[in-house]
């Protein structure tokens, strides 16, 4: 059983930086391309990054271009999200998700994901 545990969340103001973590157990780590994804009160959930099973490839929305990186430490079972100069509408519950392949890609859509957190949530005061 693969199961993903996030932490890092808080409550930070415009203009800060936050890691948030994500550490997976269970099954071998590098078999899994790694995303994010957040919820918003009200809204959908959204794609913000993703990365690829070597690190060969990422992927982040538009939203999050310039501001945040998304990375993983394979030999720690962790996937890091990195975000700089946090705005009150990164305000959600961030997810990481895993998708098992074979392959050296990225995924961008939620239903592409298998596993997922239980999410932490990312508060942003203006």
């Known amino acids: 059983q693969v199961q993903l545990v996030e932490s890092g969340g808080g409550l930070v103001q415009t203009g800060d930086s936050l890691r948030v973590s994500c550490v997976v157990s269970?099954?071998?780590?590098?078999?899994?391309?790694m995303g994010w994804f957040r919820q918003a009160p009200g809204k959908e959930r959204e794609f913000v990054a993703a990365?690829?099973?070597?690190?060969?490839?990422?992927s982040l929305a538009d939203s999050v271009k310039g501001r945040f990186a998304i990375s993983r430490d394979n030999a720690k079972g962790t996937v890091y999200l990195q975000m700089n100069s946090l705005k009150p509408e990164d305000t959600a519950v961030y997810y990481c998700?895993?998708?098992?392949?074979?392959?050296?890609?990225?995924?961008?859509?939620?239903?592409?994901?298998?596993?997922w957190g239980q999410g932490t949530q990312v508060t942003v005061s203006s």
């Open positions: 990365i690829s099973r070597s690190s060969v490839s990422t």
């Open positions: 269970g099954r071998t780590f590098n078999s899994y391309a």
């Open positions: 998700a895993a998708a098992e392949t074979l392959f050296w890609r990225v995924f961008t859509r939620s239903n592409d994901y298998a596993y």
